[in-house]
């Protein structure tokens, strides 16, 4: 499970997307072609119980992003689990927005839509996702950069989208850094 939320952290994200304050935008003139090859998962924020019980072990890992023939994302993250790499392969479907996507968890079943929010393409993306489970919303919201290091505005505006989303400062992690299983994929 740690591996399919880091996955949907790999751009993620879920079923509803709605803000208070209206929905949550797509990445204007979404260019996949841009978005794809190496990230690495910066911060995480939900409100998910199984993120809360999960979050004190968590650390970055690294996600590679491909295009596959139909149009959609394959994305495989690698992430340290205990002492070992873990990898996970997930599957984004495209709709009909460009930068939507849509993810069905091989785990819980839960079908999820994700969205690139924003990003430049060479140095973060932001994403978004919600999905419904008995009758529950869970938001996700998902900060990666094309390095390890992101400057502090970026990380700053992660955890101000996070917070305009719902989720409180509790439910906001910057994961800490690692060297370990970021140059297995």
């Avoid at 072990?57 to 295009?67: E, F, Q, R």
């Avoid at 149009?71 to 392969?89: H, M, N, W």
């Avoid at 719902?166 to 299983?181: A, K, M, V, W, Y």
Wanted: glycine share 8%; with cysteine; hydrophobic share 35%.
């Amino acid at each position: 499970m740690r591996s399919s939320f880091c996955s949907l952290g790999a751009l993620v994200l879920l079923l509803g997307l709605v803000r208070v304050r209206g929905e949550v935008p797509v990445q204007v003139d979404f260019q996949q072609d841009q978005f794809t090859g190496r990230w690495f998962s910066i911060g995480f924020a939900s409100n998910s119980r199984w993120f809360q019980e999960k979050k004190s072990g968590m650390k970055m890992c690294s996600t590679v992003v491909s295009p596959t023939a139909e149009g959609s994302l394959e994305v495989i993250s690698t992430y340290p689990k205990a002492d070992k790499c873990e990898t996970r392969k997930s599957l984004f479907v495209q709709t009909e927005q460009p930068g939507r996507f849509s993810y069905t968890s091989s785990y819980s079943g839960t079908t999820s839509d994700v969205r690139v929010v924003e990003t430049n393409y060479n140095e973060y993306a932001l994403l978004m996702g919600q999905k419904v489970k008995d009758g529950q919303t869970f938001t996700m919201v998902s900060l990666y950069g094309r390095t390890k290091h992101l400057r502090p505005e970026l990380v700053e505006k992660f955890t101000r989208f996070a917070l305009e989303q719902g989720l409180n400062s509790e439910q906001i992690l910057i994961l800490p850094r690692t060297d370990l299983c970021m140059e297995s994929i």
